[in-house]
């Protein structure tokens, strides 16, 4: 009997979100490519799709890559493995790591492909070369639990991409809640992260949880996603610096109206100061929130201290945070079970998660970012955060964006470099001299720039992150 009971808990969760949509009904939650999908559509989509997937022999705990970007078929499909409790793969690009990594550690059975709205399903079979006996011994807590898992790649920018696994029913179960705040106005949410990103997942979640609606852009570029903002009334924006930042250039907050936008939330990397400055004069009706969170624990429930401030307060009590040595430790509620295909030695041995950002506290609580530890410039011994000469760079009026980085120097060990985007016609002597006269009085001369490029445009990341790391 107990066994049954046992049984019967693990469906509701599966159960609960799916009588939601149902209830829903009518209510709008998906807008893709200018068609709006209700709940009720999608309700009927997930079992759709489920019983095709049935058909097709994905049986429940495969592994099952998912390659696509957001789309209503992408999320009715994401949803479907979910209730069929599959460790879930999402890709949206197939790159040759990633592929590597995939077959290398994630054991996948299943390659599923879907049209944009859901009628078209394609699964094909999918063997890894060499999985090895670790990787389903890693999903065995899932089995036991009767769990669906999802693996997230990470970036991968420093070499192999990390296969990092979690269980999905913990994460709709800590993002969805009990999904009661339904009000008369639905709240549009702009889907600009990644299908395969832990900030992306979080961001379908919470539409979810608000019963809101899931705008989704057909590409991610300045003019599209404020035209978006206009056309369907966008009161939340998850996005990161760099991009808002390529708004601010592009003038586009001008050339579109973004008065509804209610609050934006920015993450991914660190804001600088002066850019945050710009912002809020930009768009003053918009709350500016910093977010933060990590693949491997889930994005945290923040408080900024202000729109102005680049200091905010982990405000979820899911989540436990300490400081050592200057780097920010976590542990939370929806934390990852593990690498697929590295050591776990970014645990601790009491089993916190080293961030590797370098933060600093106020006595009130609130903190703040100062940049990642892996991109401290080191000249000679002293150090140097590239995240504090941007901030001030991005002061000038002739800077409108601009990257600090190291570059390995046989005197000094590293050098400081910075590609700037200027904001007019500039040489690179009128460049060089500007950056060292700008920065002069404001920071140690160990921080100066020994290198001056001038670029037409910033290296940035498919997930809109300056890229610091140079070859």
Known sequence: MSDELDRRDEREPRDELAERFARLGDRPAVIDKGRTHSYGDLARAIR???????????????????????????????????????????????????????????????????????????????????PGTATPEAYRPLVEAGAAGLVLLSSGSTGAPKAILHNLDTLVAEKTGSGDR??????NILMFLLFDHIGGI???????????????????????????????GIRLLPTSPTFLNLILIGDYHRKHDLSSLRMISYGTEPMPEELLR????????????????TSETGISATTSESSESTYFRISDENVQYRIVD????????????????????????????????????????????????????????????????????LGSPLIDDCVVYGRPNSITGQSVCVDIKPSGEMTRADARRHVREFLEGKVEPFKLPAKVNLVEELRVSDRFKKQRIRA
């Open 48 to 130: 759709t799709t489920a019983d095709r997937l049935r058909e097709r022999g994905v049986a429940p705990h495969e592994a099952v890559v998912l390659n696509s970007d957001f789309s209503f078929g992408s999320i009715a499909t994401l949803l479907a493995l979910y209730m069929n409790r599959n460790v879930v793969v999402p890709l949206v690009a197939f790159t040759e790591g990633a592929l590597r990594t995939v077959n290398d550690s994630c054991a996948p059975r299943h390659l599923v492909k879907v049209a944009d709205d859901g009628s078209e399903l394609v699964v094909e079979p999918m063997a890894a070369e060499d």
């Open 182 to 187: 339904v009000g008369s106005r639905t709240t």
């Open 202 to 232: 979080n961001s379908l979640l919470g539409v979810f949880k608000v019963s809101g609606t899931a705008v989704l852009p057909a590409r991610r570029t300045p003019e599209e996603i404020c035209a978006l903002i206009e056309e369907h």
């Open 278 to 293: 710009r912002l809020h004069t930009a768009l003053p009706r918009a709350r500016l929130l910093q977010t933060f969170g």
């Open 326 to 393: 200057g780097e920010l430790q976590l542990k939370s509620r929806t934390q990852f079970m593990g690498y697929l295909n590295y050591p776990d030695d970014s645990l601790t041995e009491d089993g916190w998660f080293r961030t590797g950002d370098l933060v600093e506290e106020k006595e009130d609580g609130f903190l703040k970012v100062k940049g990642r530890a892996k991109e401290v410039i080191n000249v000679g011994g002293e150090k140097v955060l590239p995240l504090e000469l941007e901030s001030i760079l």
